[in-house]
């Protein structure tokens, strides 16, 4: 029997099976994440040092010469050959490819991509590759998650809860943000807010996050302490909140220009990450610092380490390397990168903008640049604060990434993550709430008196009285001492059986009617209506009793949405 009383929330039993899943896959995401992270420094080891280990090392140190433009070359043909005869879905930053699987493939997703992924995303880095190591876990993770809800056999909807618990608990392992990666998924991946899908998510980020610091070195990943904002830092927050809107606009349009022009060439896209390899190359030949995930760049520029000549020309190379890499369709990530220009925005933005130290501009033009180009202002604030836990620059965060945000949603039609797969033939329309399907219920809209039909009326005579010249509705509920039967239309009347004497005859004993509750949402029985390929359904007190109470229509449906017209398009005067 179905729960047919009004809730605040639609949820069942299997809530509690989808969270125990959820926090099984926050436990392979974070081990995942931590088998990420030791393939990018083998590879850098391997490529950039000549020995096998997994120390963590830095690339700029290497002492290779002008042999280091060789390396990204080398990293990028090996991914291209990955790419085209492994699978073609480990290319480009991850989070766009997993947003399609969500909205377009029923969250499906092959072992091939859990496995070359991250395996691609480690030489690609580990060889220079300007990327952050988000990007690939997120993918891998959501893999892990859509993997496991396909051996469980579970529906689209349960996939994508652990698709987008899989990937968010990556990004908790990486990060250390639990909070910021539980937003992401909401603000980017999920396209709901209901307790089904929140919950799991957030158990397997609260998963990973306790087991990371098994793993991983304990606390924030960039600590740092400034200074209480001063009221001029209004303006300031302002004018930063712009000009990051204006960088995210202008990286957007680059990085999709540069697509543009490598689609463009003359053969096939199998070598297109070797030729960005050779930019990167070239690039991290004049600024070594450039090459790598950068977390110890990210790092020096929140602590104000760099002069601002030497800053501006690093973090101008690692946009332009950027660029060209991604814009090739290789495999990496994007958030390490953004971090990183955001904050060499902050540092070019001190000498003017009066109210706060420089380490404040630094942070809070990186969480205003992810902001803009991400579509995700909650995340990108909670994500700042969760990487340095400064508490006392969460007002200016909230400005700036707000302004930056609103920058782009009124002059971007779409952002970073929504423009590949808008190429692809796919629109996605980030704005959700509540549907007004499901702000009424069958009771609001049905019709109450309802025309029926008892079953013991000989077939011919509710042909003449029901079906003929003059019949008011193109099918009627068949009753029988008050119980319903079933709807009874003209074709079913019209070539009745042999046997069929009465109405009832004309249904199966066993044969069960498909109706709607009255306390059922209208989002529910429109769903069940399309289903079934009806237009109207019957609407009974109780499941057994099947005692009819009314008759709601296709039409009838539609009459849900006049509030949300209304809401939208009437504009009141003031009544005194």
Known sequence: MPDIEKRDYAADRRLLLIS??????????????DVLLN??????????FQQLSFAETLPARHTLG??????????GLIVGFMARYGSEKIRGHGIPEAIEAILFGKSKMSPKVALLKPLSSGIVIGSGGPFGAEGPIIMTGGSLGSLIAQFFHLSAAERKTLLVAGACAGMTAIFGTPVAALLLAVELMLFEFRPRSLLPVAIACAVAGFLRPLLFEAGPLFPLHTAPATLPALVSCVVAGVLCGVLSATLTHALYKMEDLFAKLPFHWMWWPA????????GGYFQPRALGVGYDVIGDLLNNHFALSVALSLLTAKMIMWIVALGSGTSGGVLAPLLMMGAGLGIALTPVLPGATPSLWALVCMAGVLAGVLGAPLTAIVFAFGLTHDSEALLPLLLTTTVSYGFNVLTMRRSIMTEKIARRGFHIYREYGVDPLERKHVADLMSKEVMTIDACLAVT?????????????RCYPLVKEGRLVGMIERSAITNPPVAARVCGDLFMPEEKPVVAFAQETV??????MAAHKLERLPVVDHPERLRLVGLISRSDILKSSEDVFVEEMVRERLRC
Not at 39 to 48: A, G, M, P, S, V
Not at 523 to 528: D, E, I, K, L, N
């Open 20 to 33: 125990a899943i959820a926090a099984g896959i926050g436990i392979c995401s974070t081990l995942a994440a």
């Open 39 to 48: 393939l990018i420094r083998l590879f850098t080891n391997l490529f950039f």
């Open 66 to 75: 002008a042999w280091v433009i060789a390396l990204p070359v080398i990293g």
């Open 275 to 282: 030729l960005g390899g050779l930019a990167v190359g070239i």
């Open 461 to 473: 005579e509710a042909m003449q009285r029901y079906f003929g010249p003059d019949q008011k509705h």
């Open 523 to 528: 989002r529910t029985v429109a769903a069940r």
